[in-house]
Each structure stands twice: as C-alpha cells, then as structure tokens.
C-alpha cells in the first residue's frame, strides 16, 4: 500500500540555519505530495504542494521538488526562524483514493 | 468564514461511555473526514464522507461511527470508548475527495482522554 517515510526527529536548529527535512514515498500511480504544518495547540495546515513530477512547491521561504526518480519530496528552508518551531508532516495522495496517507511528523524546535 | 470548527477541545472519558465530537464547516466543501493522531504514527484516516447522506470506512474505523445529514456537519461517534481510543482528533475537508490533490483545510482538534 501507500506510505510516507520521514527523517526521524526531532530536529534542534540555531535561528538561521538551513533546514532540511527527508521525505521519501512509496505509491502506485502518481499521487499528489504535500507539506502540511501543525504550530503548537493548532491542527494541521497546508504549507505546500507539488501534484507532478519535477513541480516545485513553495510558501513562507519552505520549498519542496517532487521527485519522481527518486520518489521523494524533501523540504528546505534557507534561514529557519523561532516562528518556524512545528511539527512537519509529509503526506501524499492518489487519484483512486481518498484520504491522505501522512509519515510519522518531524518535530523542529528553532533556538534564538 | 469560521473554516472548521470542532467540539469539545478536551474531554475525559471512563470506559465504556459513549460520546459525540462534533465537526462542522461553513466552506460548502463535499468532503469531510475525520482522522485520529497518536505519537510517531501520523495521522490515521479514521471515516470519510464524499457528500450528504455518503459515508465510508477508512483505515482504523472499528469502534467509531458517521453519519452526514446535511453538508455542513460530520459528527463522529464513540460507542463505548476505550483506553486505546486515546488521542487527538482532527476533523477535515476539501472541495472533493483527497485523492484528487484537494488541499485539506483542518479543524482545531479535540483531545480525548479515555480513562
């Protein structure tokens, strides 16, 4: 079946710093790929998304490419900042299904 | 626009019990579902409705049921809870089902904590 692998967390960083969290995929077909983000207290919220191969999603200074050979959607930020502490899920879909199949969640704690 | 919105944010239950969590959007998305997150495992699909009157069984649906009477509201029903029904809960929805790339617009959440 489906399934979202993630970088174990969680992830510590200085403000600053470059980010990036690994997320690789394994689907039938060609799903969808999304970034969504949980700040503390909150649900879930989408910070990005690619639906085919080699788009590149982007928002808030976070990028992912979806990359097909490799199967994955890693995101990277240039400069994390404090507001940047979250919870990040990788999640995919496919056209024949319906929900989304989301990895485990990396937690990122930003330090001034 | 209020989005989603759910009730109660926490609640606390001996085993057995029943209860309700309420969902509700105001966006006249079609679809709804409900999912279930616990530590280091994601977020689990729990039931999912595609329109009014429209209901099915995600991943982890034992013990859990829906229904959907009208489009803004998608109540999910705990029949006699247990301890490993712990956990947050997320309501979502979107324009059409998640499979067609759909951004899924969640709700706060409720904790619930089964004694």
Known sequence: GDSVTQMEGPVTLS????????CTYTATGYPSLFWYVQYPGE????????????DKGSNKGFEATYRKETTSFHLEKGSVQ???SAVYFCALSTPSGSRLTFGEGTQLTVNP | N???TQTPKFQVLKTGQSMTLQCAQDMNHEY???YRQDPGMGLRLIHYSVGAGITDQ???PNGYNVSRSTTEDFPLRLLSAAPSQTSVYFCASSY???????????GPGTRLLVL
Request: charged share 20%; proline share 0%; glycine share 12%.
């Open chain 2, 2 to 4: 209020a989005g989603v």
């Open chain 2, 96 to 106: 059409s089902k998640a499979g067609l790339g759909e951004t899924q617009y969640f």
């Open chain 2, 58 to 60: 995600g991943e982890v």
């Open chain 1, 43 to 54: 649900g879930l919220q989408l910070l990005l998304k690619a639906t085919k191969a080699d």
């Open chain 1, 15 to 22: 403000e600053e710093a470059f980010l990036t969290i690994n």
């Open chain 1, 82 to 84: 404090v507001s940047d």
């Open chain 2, 32 to 34: 709804m579902s409900w």
